[in-house]
């Protein structure tokens, strides 16, 4: 599957209200599986994480529904297109950000 850098995703912040690490990880791979989901990251610790995916093919309440057990509350919305995604993705953004912060 070829896809263009100005596809749109979608990403989604989100607290938890029942999570620990342990099915924290299970949920992340769960959801990594899927081919509809570019990222995703789920702090058990933290009771926080992100999913990015592309709506067309995977529907932000069929997200939600697989994260139902722990109990999803999205605190922010937004869409960003792949271009963005693998910027924001280069270690060398993660170090220079900081550094100029």
């Known amino acids: 599957m070829s896809v263009g850098p100005d ?4 990403r989604l912040e989100l607290k938890f209200g029942d999570v620990n690490w ?4 299970i949920k992340q791979y769960e959801l990594e599986k899927e081919l ?3 990222r995703v990251f789920i702090n058990g610790y933290t009771k926080s994480g992100f ?3 592309d709506g067309d093919l995977l529907p932000k309440e069929e997200v939600l529904k697989r994260l139902s057990e722990l109990k999803p509350e999205v605190t922010a919305e937004k869409e960003v297109t ?5 910027e924001s993705s ?3 953004n993660n170090i220079f950000g ?3 912060g």
Request: net charge positive; no cysteine; proline share 0%.
């Open 36 to 38: 509809a989901v570019w």
């Open 7 to 10: 596809k749109r995703l979608t």
């Open 82 to 86: 792949v271009a963005e995604l693998v």
């Open 90 to 92: 280069m270690s060398w």
């Open 98 to 100: 900081k550094v100029r």
């Open 22 to 25: 342990e099915r924290a990880t």
């Open 51 to 53: 999913v990015v995916f």
